[in-house]
């Protein structure tokens, strides 16, 4: 039966829940400490509890704001669960991140109506993937989590903080009774301050987080909860704040860096500031030293210079990345903070394009939200890690974090793969929290040399006026003042050389090709990016499009009015020298915005070069013939047709030329044109397609497309099966269906279950589907067209643990991992 839309959720899945993980490449902390350093840095991933408030029924959320005594008086917040022998063996036990959003059932929205007149025309709960959350749903909308931290009597000497790489949102953070701190933002990183207020006794301490989602930031998929990390961060009385140090590298070996420096005893102290250069293998190459005086409860900026040896530059092909050792102490070391930085050089120039360093590069972009089928928005770090090699094998080069601060695990990764980042904020306004937002933007990201552009907007309503100009300048005024070293971008899709424009160094465009030289000629030295390109849209292994199915032909067709199709966009911005490139709307499918099927029962686009799983549709391979180097050749559709039907075949390739053949006849052979592709029409006879690829008259490729029989097993394949045993790492696990012959069944739908035994834990699943309505919670998922997926993560005890997939009429398939 399908739920109503004040469905209240009974009952939740009895699975692991995604958390978070040290991925496979380093993915280092970006200001993590050294293994000797006082200073320790403490994920808060386990141990919590969670249970849903409710946004209006005040006896259904614990009491808190029951009466007018609320904040009357410090450590008595009112909430019942903030005491410290309140019985919480009714919640939940949850592992961070978290994401409840999308343990929820889908609901339709019975109050929309359609206009099909209205080309605009949209069921904006269909932008959020049709999930109960928000002012209509109080029951679902509202979140606790709890939380005991034990510390012991060495840190009361200490200074203690709780750093939260992102809750969405508005959280209350509650510590002890104590009210510490409201943060509304659902993407900004912050600190709470909780020295004054810990336990050393045998009182356990009291983390308590209140999470209110009835209020949404974006116009897509959000989640709910906290769905990144928590870390508890103990540090000496000296030491070096959050974000405290900041380096600005040169590609001649100049660094220069600020050091933040705070001192909270109270007596003054005469500091030694050792500021050390590591290489990629930890060697010392660069050193220096100052003193320092702190007088009692103060804070000073020291600056400080190094020099490098034979610097290695940061870049796409090699991400060389240095490590700077910041050393505090008086008689000991009091504090030992570590960041990693890279050097590079950027050119961005109107007529030129491009450049890093002093070599001319076209951005080949992507642009993604944080969110995966399985998981929603707490997104694993490896999984993390796993998106942006998917990105990177099409050649793919940059990654525009739309349209929010991402999680600092992200950019880490890019830094270390060699993805070059547009980075930006979530709210393009100039008021105090707007500011204070992007203040901790820029100073939690700019150590990153992935980061090439700070972006202030995307597709504001005030991009146009006088008043937008305003907020414009007031903030790429402050974000110049933080970072001097990299432009200030937005993303524009109207009045483009009005409005916001001047107070911009990169402009940004979002489609609107046609408008390109019209403003390069009013704007001759602006340099323009292609923000937000294609929108073409295409459903994984269809091959019409069908509106009542609600699904879009994967051939390269299909995109929205305001879009373009892959091969229009890139063949123009790849033709002109002066375009920096571009970004395609999207990488990967995500829920909400259900284009072009804006309402019920879509509940995710059809606008990425993958799915919603990381599965590439067709398209993947048009971009991996233009943007890398590797021989590519791909033929589309499959092979599985009615006899005599005639199939449009087309072969994505960048070699010089194709031929095609059916069971050993030629079709033809064909010179590919440049940033294109190529086409046959075939009546459909079963049997085989085989395509050939010349590059200088010579074969270098080859590819099939067989007739597929009846599904007869299952196949599983994962990305890893030697796992970390740190109740972290995760698998990305496929499954398919093959006929006798070992040919994948293209249209296979089967019903697929799952079983884990062992040490390890199931923690989403999915198929792709933009119409699907399953869990992704679950042990089980229908295969579509041809392929499902499940996020198998370990945990903290190592050993063998094995997956099993099961149909019924179809051979099982079991894969085996082994965890240390």
């Given at each position: 039966m399908t739920p109503n839309r004040r469905t209240v959720v009974a009952s939740l899945p009895v699975l692991g829940m995604a958390t978070a993980l040290t991925a496979p490449v380093a993915a280092a902390a970006a200001a993590a400490p050294a293994s000797n350093s006082p200073r320790q840095r403490l994920r808060l991933d386990d141990g919590w509890r969670f249970h849903f408030g409710h946004a209006e029924d005040l006896s259904r959320d614990f009491g808190f704001g029951a009466n007018q005594r609320t904040l009357a008086k410090q450590g008595r917040s009112g909430a019942k669960p903030d005491a410290a022998d309140y019985e919480d063996s009714t919640w939940r036990s949850v592992i961070l991140p978290h994401d409840w959003a999308v343990e929820l059932p889908f609901v339709n929205n019975e109050d929309y109506r359609r206009n099909p007149a209205d080309k605009d025309d949209e069921d904006y709960a269909a932008a959020h993937g049709y999930k109960p959350i928000g002012r209509r749903f109080p029951e679902n909308s509202v979140g606790w989590y709890r939380r005991l931290?034990?510390?012991?009597?060495?840190?009361?000497?200490?200074?203690?903080?709780?750093?939260?790489?992102?809750?969405?949102?508005?959280a209350t953070i509650i510590f002890n009774g104590y009210v510490l701190e409201r943060h509304d933002s659902g993407y900004t990183s912050f600190r709470v301050d909780i020295t004054d207020f810990i336990n050393t006794d045998d009182t356990p301490n009291v983390l308590l987080v209140r999470v209110d989602a009835s209020y949404g930031e974006g116009w897509f998929y959000?989640?709910?909860?906290?769905?990144?990390?928590?870390?508890?961060?103990?540090?000496?009385?000296?030491?070096?704040?959050?974000?405290?140090?900041?380096?600005?590298?040169?590609?001649?070996?100049?660094?220069?860096?600020?050091?933040?420096?705070?001192?909270?005893?109270?007596?003054?102290?005469?500091?030694?500031?050792?500021?050390?250069?590591?290489?990629?293998?930890?060697?010392?190459?660069?050193?220096?030293?100052?003193?320092?005086?702190?007088?009692?409860?103060?804070?000073?900026?020291?600056?400080?210079?190094?020099?490098?040896?034979?610097?290695?530059?940061?870049?796409?092909?090699?991400?060389?990345?240095?490590?700077?050792?910041?050393?505090?102490?008086?008689?000991?070391?009091?504090?030992?903070?570590?960041?990693?930085?890279?050097?590079?050089?950027?050119?961005?120039?109107?007529?030129?394009?491009?450049?890093?360093?002093?070599?001319?590069?076209?951005?080949?972009?992507?642009?993604?939200?944080?969110?995966?089928?399985?998981?929603?928005?707490?997104?694993?770090?490896?999984?993390?890690?796993?998106?942006?090699?998917?990105?990177?094998?099409?050649?793919?080069?940059?990654?525009?974090?739309?349209?929010?601060?991402?999680?600092?695990?992200?950019?880490?990764?890019?830094?270390?793969?060699?993805?070059?980042?547009?980075?930006?904020?979530?709210?393009?306004?100039?008021?105090?929290?707007?500011?204070?937002?992007?203040?901790?933007?820029?100073?939690?990201?700019?150590?990153?040399?992935?980061?090439?552009l700070w972006s202030i907007g995307n597709e504001e309503p005030q991009q146009m006026t006088a008043r937008g100009l305003k907020v414009a300048k007031s903030m790429a005024r402050r974000?110049?003042?933080?970072?001097?070293?990299?432009?200030?971008?937005?993303?524009?899709?109207?009045?483009?050389?009005?409005?916001?424009?001047?107070?911009?160094?990169?402009?940004?465009?979002?489609?609107?090709?046609?408008q390109i030289e019209p403003f390069r000629t009013r704007f001759p030295d602006m340099p323009i990016i292609g923000t937000e390109t294609a929108s073409a849209v295409s459903t994984r292994g269809e091959y019409k499009t069908d509106a009542k199915k609600q699904v879009v032909a994967s051939y390269d067709t299909e995109h929205p009015y305001w879009g373009a199709t892959a091969e229009t966009w890139w063949s123009l911005y790849n033709s002109k020298p002066y375009l920096l490139g571009g970004f395609i709307w999207t990488g990967f499918d995500y829920r909400g915005e259900p284009t072009p099927f804006n309402w019920w029962p879509s509940v995710a686009s059809n606008f990425g070069v993958f799915d919603s799983c990381g599965f590439p549709k067709d398209i993947y391979h048009y971009y991996r013939s233009w943007w890398q180097d590797e021989p590519v050749l791909h033929l589309l559709p499959h092979w599985n047709w009615r006899e005599g039907e005639t199939v449009s075949i087309w072969a994505y390739s960048n070699c010089d030329e194709v031929e095609l053949f059916l069971n050993r006849q030629s079709l033809g052979r064909k010179t590919m044109p440049h940033d294109s592709h190529l086409e046959w029409s075939v009546p459909f006879a079963p049997g085989t397609l085989t395509a050939y690829g010349y590059k200088s008259g010579k074969v270098v490729r080859k590819t099939e497309r067989r007739t597929a029989g009846a599904p007869h097993r299952l196949v599983l394949s994962a990305d890893r099966t030697q796992l970390s045993a740190d109740g972290q790492d995760v698998a990305m696990v496929s499954v398919s269906a093959v006929d006798k012959a070992g040919v994948t069944v293209p249209l296979g739908d089967s019903l697929i279950q799952f079983a884990l035994n062992g040490q390890g834990r199931l923690i989403g699943v999915g198929n792709g589907n933009p119409n699907s309505h399953e869990p992704d919670k679950a042990s089980y998922r229908h295969l579509f067209n041809g392929y499902a997926q499940a996020i198998v993560q370990t945990t903290k005890t190592g050993g063998r643990f094995t997956f099993e997939a099961r149909a019924e009429s179809l051979t099982p398939a079991t894969l085996t991992f082994t965890s240390r």
């Open positions: 931290i034990a510390l012991d009597k060495a840190d009361a000497g200490r200074c203690l903080w709780l750093e939260f790489d992102g809750v969405f949102r508005d959000e989640g709910a909860g906290i769905y990144r990390h928590v870390w508890l961060v103990k540090a000496d009385t000296v030491h070096v704040p959050q974000w405290g140090v900041f380096v600005r590298p040169q590609t001649n070996g100049t660094v220069e860096a600020s050091v933040d420096l705070v001192n909270r005893s109270e007596a003054a102290q005469v500091a030694t500031l050792d500021v050390t250069a590591l290489d990629k293998d930890g060697a010392a190459v660069a050193t220096t030293r100052q003193t320092v005086e702190l007088t009692a409860q103060s804070a000073t900026t020291r600056e400080v210079r190094l020099t490098l040896p034979q610097p290695r530059l940061w870049s796409i092909d090699s991400p060389y990345l240095y490590t700077l050792r910041v050393e505090v102490k008086t008689e000991t070391t009091r504090d030992l903070y570590t960041l990693r930085f890279g050097l590079r050089d950027l050119r961005f120039d109107a007529k030129e394009g491009f450049f890093l360093n002093g070599k001319p590069v076209k951005i080949k972009g992507t642009n993604n939200h944080q969110d995966h089928a399985g998981v929603g928005a707490a997104i694993p770090d490896a999984l993390q890690v796993w998106r942006l090699k998917q990105l990177k094998s099409m050649g793919s080069n940059a990654y525009r974090t739309s349209h929010n601060p991402p999680t600092p695990e992200l950019l880490d990764a890019c830094d270390e793969l060699g993805l070059l980042v547009i980075d930006e904020v979530r709210q393009m306004t100039s008021s105090r929290q707007g500011l204070s937002e992007l203040e901790a933007l820029i100073r939690r990201d700019r150590n990153h040399p992935s980061v090439i974000i110049r003042e933080l970072d001097p070293t990299r432009k200030v971008n937005a993303a524009m899709n109207k009045g483009f050389g009005d409005g916001i424009t001047t107070a911009l160094d990169v402009i940004g465009f979002n489609y609107h090709e046609a």
